[in-house]
């Protein structure tokens, strides 16, 4: 199957190296702020896009459970350290272009961070909407191309790329930043409604965030980001976006899940329901096999 190539963090210490040594705390806290803001007060399942190690996890914790989808198996096996073992989560290594799931499974779903490594956007995001229930809700993050500096840098000749166009600009491989419009045709074609829209990061500036204590800019960062319903001129932008009533056949549709088997399509072929092997799934169509392996799903490649 043809899918755009996917940028892997498999062996990465993104975690460490990004997060917890990279002078982040502003940017991580400010996305506590929003999701704050944005997630529903209670959920039954979330699908958590990209979880990495599994950062935000903690934070969604009005949903029941939450699947944990990420391309990197080592990303998947430090979340499962860090969040310990417990019924609530479920972890799968899969593409966000071809997702292993049946139609209409989340009530919940979050893509932070992500989109920013899609070659092709509306494609993942129409495999986000298929995912959904009727109705449900979607938090979307992505990098915004119209920031001030990115303008800054135009109007003085020190970037050639236009922030003000439409089409998504790669400016390092697999690295991708977006149009606010551009997002919200995506999303409206795909029958979601924009609900709200929150700035993040206006002070992600290296010198203002070593000189001015990290709680002081996230407090001015959550006083502004409500100004993201008028105008997007941050690095980050948060969306939250409604499901259309709904699905592509024009019905409501609720998969009955018995089990967590019951999740699952093939990710190649559409078949289900997928037999269960226990250490594999297996489908009856294309005959492919799924490897199940320390509690971690893993749809990327099937078994020889
Ligand atoms: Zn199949």
């Excluded at 409604?242 to 559409?270: M, Q, W």
Aim: some cysteine.
């Amino acid at each position: 199957m043809n899918t755009p190539p996917v940028c892997n963090y498999e062996g990465s210490d993104y975690q460490t190296s990004f997060w917890d040594k990279g002078g982040r705390a502003y940017e991580d806290r400010t996305e506590a702020v929003a999701l704050k803001r944005l997630l529903p007060p209670k959920g039954r399942l979330l699908l958590e896009l990209g979880a990495g190690a599994g950062r935000n996890t903690p934070r969604y914790i009005g949903f029941d459970r939450i699947v944990l989808l990420d391309y990197s198996r080592t990303q998947l096996e430090q979340a499962q350290q860090r969040l310990g073992k417990s019924e609530k989560y479920y972890f799968v290594a899969a593409d966000a272009y071809r997702l292993p799931f049946v139609d209409g499974l989340f009530d919940g779903a979050t893509m932070i961070r992500v989109l920013h490594h899609m070659a092709d956007a509306p494609k993942a995001l129409g495999q986000v909407r298929n995912v959904m229930r009727p109705g449900g809700t979607f938090i979307l993050e992505f990098a915004n191309k119209l920031n001030l500096k990115a303008i800054f840098r135009y109007w003085l000749g020190r970037q050639t790329w236009s922030p003000f166009t439409l089409e998504p600009v790669e400016f390092a491989r697999l690295n991708f930043d977006f149009h606010p419009r551009a997002i919200r045709n995506w999303l409206n074609e795909l029958d979601f409604s924009i609900e709200k829209t929150l700035t993040l990061s206006r002070f992600r500036v290296g010198w203002l965030k070593r000189i001015v204590p990290t709680g002081i800019l996230v407090f001015f960062d959550s006083l502004f980001q409500w100004t993201g319903a008028l105008w997007q001129w941050t690095p980050s932008v948060f969306v939250r976006a409604r499901r259309g009533k709904l699905n592509i056949h024009g019905e409501e549709t609720y998969p009955r899940v018995t089990s967590l088997v019951a999740f699952f399509k093939c990710p190649d072929c559409g078949f289900l329901p997928l037999e269960d092997r226990k250490t594999y799934l297996e489908c009856y169509s294309c005959g492919k096999k799924w490897e199940v392996k320390d509690g971690i799903y893993d749809f990327r490649e099937p078994l020889k």
